[in-house]
């Protein structure tokens, strides 16, 4: 789009009030406003269409997680996902490429998107509050964000999403910045860890207050690559919480892993080459990765 000149998803432009002003955003100018402001916005697809893709991702995950659900509610487990899933079952694919989700986001960034990552859930993450920055970020910044599928309707105790409004605009953070070194972070199981003192300690010096998002079967909640969220305790583990995360990069950019960005003199950024789930194939093929001079560098 030739209006996105700074390089930035157009939803965080300095220039944001002048484009809403011209109409850029067309029919999503509600949620892009919502999405300057609070780093999330919501989407509410209760057609037919949409809930029978819902239900059919769900009717294929019930077997899929018979086993382990029988060892979460025992508390043998960790709470079970499936990553990528798409590659398995075309019902996820189908809903990771939904035409209105894609089209919103296009409006919202100013690119072009494509899915990359799935990630499927019977039961709440109880996952710590956490920016997906760190994970999964791109040059220029910005251009990652995650899509949140409501498979059913969520209930308090099952331990439902929650998020920090305006957590978005807080620094983005990599290993270089918190000074860790490559050994620190292979040395740790779940290197996330490492960055959860300074996400709490965020939360308290900016005031950000959580939000719980008890959400209704179709719902979709797209938040912001810097928005802190992460997953309630589950006080009843016979409930279900069955969802579909989808994770999105956007076209013309490199693709990195913060987690793992050090000094240059430990290694510098790690560059990373992202399957396309529409195509099945990498972002970039060997040549255009050749011509970018990442050759060894590829995740």
Known sequence: MALNLTGQP???RSDFAYLQAQGVFGQWQEMAVQMNRDGYCLLHL????HLQAVESVVSDMVSEFADPLKQWEAGAIGSPRLQDGWKDYQSIRKLALSPVVLDLLESLYGRKPFAFQTLNFAVGSEQHYHSDAVHFSSYPMGFMCGVWFALQTIELNSGPLHYFPGSHRLPYLSARDLDLSPEQVKAEQHPQVLFEPHWEEAVVTHGLRRETFLAQAGDVFVWHANLLH???VVNDRTLRRW???????????LYTT???????????AFVR???DIATGTERYGPAAWQELGLVGRQA
Do not use: T, W
Not at 46 to 49: D, F, G, M, P, R
């Open 273 to 275: 080459n992202p399957l």
């Open 10 to 12: 157009l939803v965080d």
């Open 243 to 253: 969802s579909q995360v989808v994770h999105y990069f956007f076209d013309d950019c």
């Open 46 to 49: 209760h057609n037919q269409e």
């Open 230 to 232: 992460g997953g309630d």
């Open 258 to 268: 913060p987690m793992q960005n050090f000094r240059f003199d430990q290694g510098g």
